[in-house]
């Protein structure tokens, strides 16, 4: 049986506290099967996900509703993506 | 790890921000709670990945000192876990945390005998301490 997860959204609010994402290009470097950018991308200006694993971006890809949002494979040591582009980038469980 | 965070400066704008959010190897209470109470079963040792968060750290570290970023804000917060049966809570932990983290077993028995005095809503909770880090990008010179 799967857990309820952090229903009181403490990781998103602590995320928004922080850090506007209003307009912003986000850059979600590990992001796994997109359970985190879900809670995120529609505040967003545009996000996009990467990770080395195919089998969860398969997933988040599958569950992603929004265009806003693309996912991409590549390793955090060589992102396949070009210099200063992003407003933010993230490490959500995966520094 | 330095390497990682290196290419995030690289294709971040100038003045850019970067989030480290990140369970802690903090040891965390395994509670019991229902609409009516909310009771201690014990602590959870969190300490196998300890070495993890220090790889981060000293990673953090290394790239403030290289004059990649500079440290704007950290905090923690509790991120939490509630299962609905004894038995769900036990088979998650074995599936995701087996390595990482310890449930001593007297903590399993008070948790699993709290846990059996019928309450309305019962269910288990485990809070886990999380790292919220705001790092902004720093401008070197030959950028």
Known sequence: MKPIRDPERAELNHLLAACPLEHQTVLEIGCGDGTFTR????????????????????VAKKKNRVKK??????????????????DIVLFASSL | MVHALKEAWRVMAPLGIMMDIRPLSIDSPLEV?????????????????????????????????????IEKQVDEFEYVYYWKTFHGMMADFEERWKDEIIIPEDVINKAQQLYKVSRPNGRLRFGMRMKSAKYEKKIKSHQ
């Open chain 2, 33 to 69: 709670i229902s609409d009516e109470v909310r009771e201690f079963a014990g602590i959870v040792d969190m300490s196998p990945d300890l070495k993890y968060d220090i790889a981060a750290d000293q990673a953090i570290e290394t790239v403030i000192k290289e004059g990649f970023f």
């Open chain 1, 39 to 58: 809670q995120y991308v529609r505040m967003t200006g545009k996000v996009l996900g990467i990770d080395p694993a195919m089998i969860d971006l398969v």
């Open chain 1, 69 to 86: 949002a693309s996912f991409i494979q590549g390793e955090a040591e060589c992102l396949p993506l070009p210099s200063r582009v992003f």
